[in-house]
T-cell receptor, first 116, second 112 residues
């Protein structure tokens, strides 16, 4: 299967700082990438859909100014958590799809963010 | 809005048993459905992908079925092993951007 690489796998940051998470499709081009977050013992919730060269589409309730998404190339999307607070501590995971129709979604290994 | 539910939420079985995990979704206009496993604190491992035109997919001891019209999918695990212990997630691909909506998950424990 295709490979989606996410970096870093874990990060600890202080309250008020910003953290950037990268998601790369290593062996295919992804016009669309998705960002999810997962709270402990809960399922994955879609945060936003990232389209190469255009603005991301955020799900209801997700603050676009707090979670900045950039999809500057067909192989890279970034999620920046700005002015992080302890309640932003979560597991963030990205997904990319190869092709546009009926294709399998490939997931990164996730990033564990802890804000202290 | 697509909603995906998995039953049961947790399951504990002795090693060697065959078991069935259930997934239901509200909008039957799907592109495909995937089953994943997630180990504690880890990312997702894709198990099976079923396209909307397919009825089932098999991989080793795993068999997934899809009944799109009724909004249901099942994951059958044969001869369960302790290594199968994990949370199993059902994910439905639907909507204009082909968003993947995850189910609530089934936490499986296989007892040696």
């Amino acid at each position: 299967g295709a490979v989606v690489s996410q970096h870093p796998s874990w990060v600890i940051c202080k309250s008020g700082t910003s953290v950037k998470i990268e998601c790369r499709s290593l062996d295919f081009q992804a016009t669309t990438m998705f960002w999810y977050r997962q709270f402990p013992k809960q399922s994955l919730m879609l945060m936003a859909t990232s389209n190469e060269g255009s603005k991301a589409t955020y799900e209801q309730g997700v603050e676009k100014d707090k979670f900045l998404i950039n999809h500057a190339s067909l192989t890279l999307s970034t999620l920046t958590v700005t002015s992080a607070h302890p309640e932003d501590s979560s597991f963030y995971i990205c997904s990319a799809r190869r092709g546009s129709v009926n294709t399998e979604a490939f997931f990164g290994q996730g990033t564990r963010l802890t804000v202290v | 809005k697509q909603e995906v539910t998995q039953i049961p939420a947790a399951l504990s079985v002795p090693e060697g048993e065959n078991l069935v995990l259930n997934c239901s979704f509200t909008d039957s206009a799907i592109y495909n459905l995937q089953w994943f496993r997630q180990d504690p604190g880890k990312g997702l491992t894709s198990l099976l992908l079923i396209q909307s035109s397919q009825r089932e997919q098999t991989s080793g001891r795993l068999n997934a079925s899809l009944d799109k019209s009724s909004g249901r999918s099942t994951l059958y695990i044969a001869a369960s092993q302790p290594g199968d212990s994990a949370t199993y997630l059902c994910a439905v691909n639907s909507g204009g951007y082909q968003k993947v909506t995850f189910g609530t998950g089934t936490k499986l424990q296989v007892i040696p």
